[in-house]
């Protein structure tokens, strides 16, 4: 029985490892549903700055040593990179605004797919012949999902969390081919984004005629909205940064991918079951092949 306590105990140990970071996928899955309840179209900016702006400093106290620590040409890749994110969260938002949570979620999903074909355009490789299937099947679920009870375009939400994942896949690429980041420390790294995203929506805020002010839509907020806003700061944020940083010492990298992987069906599950969403078949069966695709296109990506 000795001998095979440790055979048995390294398969626990390994889901000990696991269950945080399917908890992180769990929490990116509602975090469309959470975004779409606490914002309108009048107040992305505001939500924006006051999500960030409440995880930022924590993130400058955990770091600040080896935040210091930067070159000055790692806190311009970093900075450059933050204006890309800010891009991101301004696109996802907005478009979470204007589509269902249940779309958003599988619709950023594309991104799984479109980083390794980008990749291979900038190599000039050619993909697999499984992983183009693979994107195809993904693609034509997008098309089925987003059509709703019949063929008709798709919404300006649609099209805006499609053009997230374009930047998400921009935003991958340039953090592995941006050489001043490379060495960077991973937290220092996150933090100067971050920061970069929030000059961002704070320049825009101060814009006229870009929306409601962070300070007016902080006074109107009740406690639904302030409970929406620290599940996105606390827990989509730092929860999930830190838990990314403690899993991939723990475990693989192919790992932790997987079961963030899982993330646009948990952001399917909180639309339909808390948010009252619902998919006609024709959006179902999109919705299963999105599923089927992403998955089919990280085991031929990394196979």
């Known amino acids: 029985m000795a001998a095979i306590a440790p055979v048995l105990q390294a398969p626990r140990r390994a889901w000990l490892a696991d269950l945080p970071v399917l908890a992180v996928a769990v929490v990116w899955g509602g975090s469309y549903l959470a975004a779409k309840g606490i914002t309108a179209a009048h107040t992305v900016i505001a939500v924006l700055v006051l999500r960030f702006a409440l995880v930022l400093p924590v993130l400058v106290l955990a770091g600040w040593g080896k935040l210091r620590a930067l070159s000055p040409a790692q806190l311009r890749g970093a900075g450059g990179l ?22 958003a979620g599988l619709i950023i999903s594309l991104t799984m797919i479109f980083t390794p074909l980008a990749e291979a355009a900038v190599r000039r490789r050619r993909p697999s012949a499984g992983f183009l299937g ?3 099947v ?31 896949t921009l935003h991958v690429l340039l953090m592995a081919r941006v050489k001043a980041v490379q060495d960077a420390d991973s937290l ?10 929030v000059v961002v929506f704070a320049l825009l805020a101060a814009v006229p005629g870009t929306g ?3 300070w007016a839509v902080a006074a109107d907020f009740g406690a639904a909205e302030w409970a929406g806003l620290a599940f996105l700061s606390v827990f989509c944020t730092l929860f999930a940064f830190f838990v990314q940083m403690w899993a991939v010492r723990r475990t693989s990298p192919s790992r932790v991918s997987l079961l963030l992987g899982t993330e646009p ?6 639309g339909i079951a808390i ?29």
């Open 82 to 103: 933050g204006l890309v994110l800010g891009g991101i969260f301004l696109l996802e938002t907005y478009g979470v605004v204007h589509t269902s949570a249940t779309n």
């Open 134 to 136: 693979a994107a195809g």
């Open 138 to 168: 993904s693609v034509a679920g997008v098309v089925l999902l987003t059509q709703g009870a019949g063929f008709t375009a798709p919404s300006l939400g649609d099209l805006l969390i499609l053009g997230a994942a374009l930047a998400r």
């Open 188 to 197: 220092s790294l996150t933090t100067v984004q971050l920061g970069g995203a």
């Open 212 to 214: 409601e002010s962070p």
């Open 265 to 270: 069906l948990w952001a399917a599950a909180a």
């Open 275 to 303: 948010g009252g969403e619902h998919l006609a078949p024709l959006g179902l069966a999109g919705a299963g092949l999105v599923l089927a695709g992403t998955a089919w296109g990280r085991r031929a990506a990394t196979g």
